[in-house]
């Protein structure tokens, strides 16, 4: 079979496997390859046994793959037979030399665009898919052009901004699609190349175009401000728990200001995952570069509540149970980053679990599909910790739960079979709001919920 266009995508991660399934879903008539150096992961994808776990992923790549959707490690060759090239590897905070801690690692990012010089015999559309500094594009077409042999390169920026557990739904009705080009023929061109692709799908007053710089800042700038939604209503949860105001109440209220809006606005243990602190960081370094210290300090403020309110978490526990933690069993129900995922990247469960563990607590870790990564996360506690799938049976004899993900599966457990198997007094620390505290106090749990007053038996 001829496909009409050839597309490549470099790095098979979270973002690269769902995002070219859901092309190829689309795009009958497009080849789509995915690559990587990993290939662990490229078995895993070529499996029944898909490397991410992720609602409605497993049924796209089972009608798409080996049919126009093809995943390999064989970069070269990739790189050799297809015209347009995504490319979403991972851009980790950089953790070595100048801007350790903050800036991004960008040295996957610059040895992949060297292999498309490489291993390029035609003209390609390189499109930035990974979350970059605003500029990183210049750096690719320096890269990328200093080759004299004619073939040319057009970079674009083309985010996204899929969040993990709904992915699949992000992806077939995205509330836009960002396109960032250089406004030269060339540029529009290429633009308008993968303007196409999505309008098989995506409306197009969705689709929407902008300045290369522009293009990249936004990705930076709509993390930044969803992490600072989350930080500010956090931080108004320890105001709640002081004044004896309840945060869901207060959420709700403010959230009906259609100009304010409802979404993102629950209190939590933190938010977690890969990205929303490293492109803060990463925000916050570039406003460093620039002089901006003021703008610099006020982005890095969302990051430092968000630790605050983890460690925030942990000192409740503490006070609540008598000031001690030591040989006390705590069950944590949850250990991903958010429900609907098995992805434990920047997980608060691993600070939280870190930070019992120094308290000396037993701690029983919980996960209905991130016990593999949590057990790879704690790898160094091994033997201090215990890993039970099963929540009932991992909160038996214990004398707390942490609750610390939303799954669905924890409202409707049986509650008085729970209280009566732990030790006394129990305790649930209900780090998302999601359990009827009424229901757990009335059973005889102490219930201690994020921004709002405990319900206690003493
Ligand atoms: P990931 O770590 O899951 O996947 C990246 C993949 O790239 C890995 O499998 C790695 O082996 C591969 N890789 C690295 N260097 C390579 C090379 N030189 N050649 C071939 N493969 C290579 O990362 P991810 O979560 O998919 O994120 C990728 C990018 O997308 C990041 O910049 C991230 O900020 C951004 N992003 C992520 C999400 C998300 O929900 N995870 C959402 C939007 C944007
Ligand atoms: C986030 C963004 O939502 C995506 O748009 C973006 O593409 C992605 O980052 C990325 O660049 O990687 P993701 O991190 O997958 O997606 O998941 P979110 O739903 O944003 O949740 C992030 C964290 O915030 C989770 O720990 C979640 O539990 C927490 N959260 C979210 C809260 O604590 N309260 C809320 O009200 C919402």
New binding site residues.
Partial sequence: MTFEKKILC????????PTMAMIAAKCPHCRVTV????PE?IAAWNSDDLP?YEPGLDELVRVTRNRNLFFSTE?ERGIRENDIIFV????PTKSFGLGAGMAADLQ?WE??AR?ILEFSETSKIVIE????PVKTALAMERILNCRQNGICFDVLSN??????GT?IRDLERPDRILIGSRNTERGLKARQTLADIYANWVPPERIITSGIWSSELS?LVSNAFLAQRISSINAISALCEKAEADVVEVSRAVGMDSRIGPKFLNASIGFG???FK??ILNLVYLCRYYGLEEVAHYWENVVKINDYQQERFVRNMMGAMFNTLAGKGICLWGFAFKANTG?T?ESPAIFIARRLLEEQAEVVVSDPKALQNARSDLADMEGRVRFEEDPVSAAEGCHAIALLTEWDLYRGLDFQKIFQSMAQPAFIFDGRNILDHQRCFDIGFNVYPVGKPPLRHF
């Avoid at 098979?12 to 496997?17: E, L, P, S």
């Avoid at 898919?129 to 970059?132: E, G, Q």
């Avoid at 985010?159 to 993990?164: D, K, S, V």
């Fill in positions: 470099i790095g098979a991660g979270y973002v690269g496997g690559v990587d150096i990993n992961r991410i970069i979403s590897v991972n851009t996957h040895k992949t292999q898919k990974s979350t970059l985010p996204e901004f899929l969040a993990e992915a990705k995952g890969s990205c490293k492109d992805d990247r």
